[in-house]
């Protein structure tokens, strides 16, 4: 059996990822990096589990079922207080397509990757804390 070998992105790569994805994908995208939740959760989160007053998201994840308040970073605060309140999810159009077909979803990050010129295998979400405190310059 061949182990692979994944390296976490670089904040240059997750800055060009940002820059190249995009206006359906790059907000999944930017929830991913600041709270390190998995793209389904991302993808599904609605208007109901964030708590723009106390500053937390309050997820039960897919994987676990377990209860996660993450801390609301201030670059995806940001991005939330600009999104219409339509609907129970957050990133509607999203939430669509992960339902309908979540490979999609995989297709459109693939794409923003080619797009920005990031190859080889990377992951998003590691066991350094510090993943989902990256803040573009």
Known sequence: MNTVHRKPFT???LTGILEHANE????????????AMRRGDCCLLKWESVDMDGSF??????KTGELAEIPLFPLLRE?????PRKGEYVFQEAAAIYLKDDDRITALFKQALKDAGIEGTHVMRHKDPRSRYFHPR
Do not use: D, F, H, Y
């Open 11 to 13: 904040e240059a790569e």
């Open 79 to 83: 991005e939330l207080e600009q999104r």
């Open 57 to 62: 998201i309050n997820v039960k994840t897919s």
């Open 24 to 35: 359906i994908i790059r907000p999944v995208i930017m929830a991913g990096m600041c709270t």
